[in-house]
């Protein structure tokens, strides 16, 4: 007979005394999650609105469908980004010039933050208007290789792309309104009913 044996015991025949492979201690290091799923599941904990799409046809047919849920069918859009504004051309929306007319604003973003799902904007998108400036319903417009791991990463990036001037205004959006009760976790904060529009580009 082996010593450990002598020592230990002999195995079990039960296989319901065998640790299950799935069962897991508190000190073991946590699975981790591919930085797509990891970026999903903190966005919309954070209250938002996720639409994967796969070519430029879905995303217009998602920002259709946007547009018909909430009846903004003759509301005013706003845009910063006159480039955006041309690519959302054949959509035929009512726009209008200044936030304070609109309902609803569409906007890029820098990057995708997957471990808080944040959001990470800057002047290149928001101009120098604050937060609170504009519509409480935000329409983001993404692709997937926008996601980074963590803030830190969505900075070097912003600083790298943009070497002879870099964008001013960088802020996160985090709270999205799902409800209209207060969080005491977004206090201060000016939170935004938003939309993801994510083209997969990889």
């Not at 299950?20 to 966005?43: A, H, Q, V, W």
């Not at 969080?183 to 083209?199: A, E, Q, V």
Request: aromatic share 10%.
């Amino acid at each position: 007979m082996s010593l450990f044996r002598k020592i230990f015991g002999s195995k079990p025949d039960n296989k319901e005394e065998e640790l299950k492979s799935n069962e897991r201690g508190k000190y073991m290091p946590e699975i981790k999650l591919p930085i797509d799923e990891k970026f999903t599941i903190n966005f919309k904990a954070n209250g938002g609105k996720f639409l994967y799409c796969e070519d430029l046809n879905e995303i217009f047919e998602s920002l259709e469908n946007i547009i018909e849920e909430n009846d903004w069918g003759d509301k005013k859009a706003y845009f910063i980004d006159k480039n955006l504004k041309n690519r959302f051309k054949s959509a035929n929306l009512l726009t209008s010039d200044r936030a304070s007319d609109s309902t609803f604003f569409i906007t890029t973003c820098e990057n995708l933050i997957a471990n808080d799902g944040s959001l990470l904007i800057c002047s290149n998108q928001i101009a120098e208007k604050k937060l609170i400036e504009l519509p409480d319903n935000f329409i983001v417009f993404s692709t997937t290789s926008q996601m980074v791991e963590t803030i830190g990463e969505g900075l070097r990036g912003i600083k790298s792309k943009n070497k002879k001037k870099i964008p001013t205004n960088i802020t996160t959006i985090k709270h999205f309104k799902s409800s209209d009760e207060k969080d005491f976790l977004s206090y201060g904060s000016s939170s935004k009913n938003l939309y993801l529009l994510l083209l997969e580009d990889l």
